[in-house]
Each structure stands twice: as C-alpha cells, then as structure tokens.
C-alpha cells in the first residue's frame, strides 16, 4: 500500500479509500511516519465521507485504510494551504 500512495503523490493522482468507516476521495500530500511512529498518510479530502464538516485536510494510519485505489484523476494544484516538510511526521518517503 506503501507504494501505491508514493507512486501516486509523485503522479499527484487523487486516490480513493475507505477510512474510519467513511469512503473517502482525496489528494495525497505526503506518506511517512508519524511522530508516533505509525506509517500515515496526509491528504486533502475532496470528495465523500468526512469526520467533521469542513475537515477536509486528514492524517490517516496506512493500516486502518481498506480499499485503497488510484482514481485516475490528476490534479495539477497543490491542495489549499499545503506547506512542505510535514510537521505530524518524523520521517517522510514522499511528498507534493
């Protein structure tokens, strides 16, 4: 799963999975480890479930998402207010 989110930060392909029970429809800004030492992925929700209105920006457990796939849709701009260097993450394997 790892490699299907790097390979779709670096395409900059929107990807869709189920999280937290709630399907969900995002940009992948940046996948590594977390502070807390789990393997997370940063997105920017665009489309379906989300937790709260309005959140739209989400730090996922890779191991709690089910059903991970590549949309297909390209997005050519960086998601609003993304910023490089992920502070929630000790480690990062890709990023925007």
């Not at 929107?14 to 977390?34: D, H, K, M, N, W």
């Not at 379906?48 to 998402?65: F, K, Q, R, S």
Request: hydrophobic content about 35%.
């Amino acid at each position: 799963m790892i490699n299907t989110l790097i390979s779709a930060i670096n395409n900059r392909e929107e990807v869709s999975f189920t999280y937290s029970g709630l399907p969900r429809v995002a940009q992948p800004s940046a996948v590594g480890i977390s502070t807390a030492g789990n393997e997370v992925l940063r997105c920017y929700q665009t489309q379906c479930g989300h937790i709260t209105p309005g959140h739209e920006w989400d730090l996922c457990i890779v191991a709690n998402i089910q059903d991970l796939q590549i949309t297909g849709n390209v997005f050519q701009v960086n998601p609003p207010k993304y910023k490089a260097g992920d502070k929630g993450m000790s480690q990062i394997y890709a990023q925007l």
